[in-house]
C-alpha cells in the first residue's frame, strides 16, 4: 500500500533510477527485427516479437543494477493487441527478475470506470468467480483532471496489495506550464493544487519511510519546482522524466530528493534503450551490454549528486 | 479531418446517440458466458470471447438505427491482452456495419508518446516500410493536462484521415468540479481554459457543418454548463457522457445542441447494455432486441427535445 518496496529496492542497488521501455521499432537492432520478421512478416506481430525480445535483453542486463522499468503504453498499443501482449509479457518477466514495474498509462476516468483500470493493472479481474491478474504491474501513472472519486479506486486496490500510483503533477512537456502553471485567485497554480490533492489521497496508503503510496510526476526539466514541490509533498514519493534525451541532468534531479537521498525514481528511456546507437563500431548484438553501460553511468551520475540513499 | 462523417451519420438515422460499449462480465447474459467458459475456462480469453460474441449482438441489433458506437478501453484492458484483443475485434465489427467508433481512452502524454498513441488509435504504424493499422477507430478520447504538444500529434493524423478527437472539459463524474470548477485569477475556470483550447486546437481541422474535428467531453449531469459551453464553443463539437445510469436525461442534454438540432453526440452504456436486465421474464437470448428497444426509446426521448437534426 506505498512504494516502501520501491524505496528498498533503490536502496538495496543505490540507484534510484527506472528504466523506461519505451520500444519503438526504430530502437531495436536489425538483428532481432530480421529474425522476428522472418517469423511472422513485416506485421504486427512481427514487431510485437521484436519488441519483447529486445526488453527481455534489456532487461537481463539491467535487473541486477536498476530496480524498476516503465514500460510506456502507448508504444505497445501502436502493435495493436499484439503488443498489448508484449507489454503484458515483459511486464511478467521483469517481475521475475524481481524488478519493480511502473506501468506509464497514464489512465484516468470517472470512478465505475476507474474500478475497471485499477482491477486491469494493479489489481484482478473476477471471472464468474475465479479472480485472475490481467496486466500485473506494481505502479500505474494516472491523470487527476476528473478529482477524487476517478482516484478512490486505485486507493481501495492499493490498500489491499503492494501497489501505488503516481498521479500527472508538473509534466516534463514543453506546453505543460499551459494548463499547469496557471494561477488560482488565490495564488495556488494547477500543479500545486494538484499536488496537494496527491497528499491528501495518500494519507490513505501511508508508508515507512515517510511516503505514501500516491506518488507525483514531476518533470527533470523543471528543477526549480522539482525542489519547490519536494519541500511542500513530504509524504508524496516523485516519478521524475526529463532526463536525458528530454534534456535534464543529475542536477536538475537533485531538488526531487530528501537529505536521506530517497523521495524519488528517474526515469531514463531513450537514453539506455538507444545507448548502443551511440558507440561507434558497436556490435549491434551488445546492445543491452551498452544499455548497461549507460545505466551505470547514469547511477554514478545521479549519486554523484545525491550521495547515498539511506533507509531513514 | 473534423466529424463530418459523425454528422451526416446522425443527421441520417435522426439520432444522435453514441451507444457505450463497457462490456463487463456482469452486463453479460450467462447463457453467452457459458458458451465461452466451456470452450475456454473462466480465463481471460473465456471472458474476452463472451465479450465479443455480447458485442456483436449489441452492434447487429443497433447499427442501422444508431450511428456510432464508444467501447471504453478500461473495460476491454481488465480482459488483459484478450480483452484488448476482443476491443479491437468489437472496432472492426462495428466498421463493417458502417458505424462511427469512438475509442474512449482518455490518452494523454507528451508529444513524443501521443505518436504512438495518435499511430495507435487513429492512424497507421510503420513496421518497417509497412504501414499497418493497429487498432483503427474513427475518433479518440484525450485528456489535455499536458497542453498543445501533447495534442498537436492527433491533430496531425487526423488532418491526413477522416479522424476526430474528443478532449475531456467538463467531466460527468460528482467530483469533476475539484479541479476542473477552479477560477484561475481572471474569472475562468479551468474547465472553461481547456474549452477555448479545444477552439484553438480545432482550426487546424475545419469541417463543413461548422464544427472542428476538435470535439469536447462535457458531461449531461452538468447541463448548465453544457448549455453554457454550447454558447461559447461555437466550433467544438460535444460528447455527452452522463444520460441514463449517470443520472441525466434528454433535458440535461438540450444545452448541447444547436438551433439545427446538431453539435452533440450523447452517450449511453449501461442504460442500452444493460436493458435486457430490466425487463421481468425477458429471455436472456433477447438481450440485443431489449438493448435495440432501449436505443429507440432513446433517440425518441432526445428528439422530442431537440426537434430535427438538420445539415445546416
Redesign the interface.
Known amino acids: 500500500m506505498s512504494f516502501d518496496r520501491l524505496i528498498e529496492k533503490i536502496a538495496e542497488k543505490q540507484n534510484p533510477t527506472v528504466a523506461g521501455l519505451?520500444p519503438?521499432?526504430a530502437y531495436i537492432p536489425q538483428y532481432i527485427?530480421d529474425e522476428s520478421?522472418a517469423k511472422y512478416g513485416?506485421?504486427?506481430e512481427?514487431?510485437a516479437d521484436a519488441i519483447l525480445t529486445f526488453n527481455k535483453g534489456l532487461i537481463d542486463e539491467l535487473f541486477d543494477i536498476v530496480p524498476a522499468i516503465k514500460p510506456?503504453c502507448?508504444?505497445y498499443?501502436?502493435?495493436?493487441?499484439y503488443?498489448?501482449?508484449a507489454?503484458?509479457e515483459t511486464i511478467a518477466y521483469a517481475k521475475s527478475k524481481g524488478m519493480f514495474v511502473i506501468t506509464d498509462g497514464?489512465?484516468?476516468?470517472?470512478?465505475t470506470?476507474?474500478q475497471?483500470?485499477a482491477?486491469?493493472?494493479l489489481g484482478t479481474?473476477?471471472?464468474?468467480?475465479?479472480e485472475?491478474e490481467?496486466?500485473g504491474g506494481d505502479a500505474l501513472t494516472v491523470?487527476?483532471?476528473?478529482?477524487?472519486?476517478?482516484i478512490s479506486p486505485l486507493l481501495d486496490i492499493c490498500k489491499n496489495g503492494d501497489k501505488g500510483i503516481f498521479v500527472?503533477v508538473k509534466?516534463?512537456?514543453?506546453?505543460?506550464?499551459?494548463?499547469?502553471n496557471?494561477?488560482?485567485?488565490g495564488g495556488e497554480t494547477?500543479y500545486q493544487?494538484?499536488g496537494t490533492?496527491c497528499e491528501e489521497w495518500g494519507k490513505e496508503l501511508p508508508g515507512k519511510y515517510g511516503y505514501s503510496g500516491v506518488g507525483a510526476v514531476v518533470g527533470a526539466t523543471y528543477p526549480e519546482m522539482l525542489t519547490e514541490l519536494r519541500g511542500e509533498l513530504k509524504t508524496t514519493f516523485f516519478l521524475v522524466?526529463g532526463y536525458g534525451a528530454?534534456g535534464g541532468g543529475a542536477k536538475d534531479c537533485e531538488g526531487a530528493f530528501d537529505k536521506n537521498g530517497i523521495g524519488a525514481v528517474v526515469n531514463s528511456s531513450r537514453g539506455i534503450m538507444c545507448a548502443w546507437q551511440k558507440v561507434d563500431g558497436l556490435d549491434p548484438e551488445d546492445y543491452a551490454k551498452a544499455a548497461r553501460n549507460e545505466a551505470i553511468r547514469m547511477r554514478d551520475d545521479l549519486r554523484n549528486v545525491i550521495g547515498e540513499m539511506k533507509l531513514g
Open positions: 519505451d519503438k521499432l527485427k520478421f513485416k506485421t504486427l512481427g514487431a510506456q502507448a508504444y498499443e501502436m502493435y495493436g493487441w503488443g498489448f501482449k507489454l503484458t497514464k489512465r484516468n476516468d470517472i470512478g470506470t476507474m475497471a483500470y482491477a486491469a493493472h479481474t473476477d471471472i464468474d468467480g475465479t485472475v490481467a496486466i491523470n487527476g483532471y476528473l478529482g477524487t472519486d476517478g500527472l509534466t516534463s512537456n514543453p506546453s505543460s506550464g499551459e494548463l499547469q496557471l494561477e488560482f485567485k494547477v493544487r494538484v490533492m522524466p528530454q
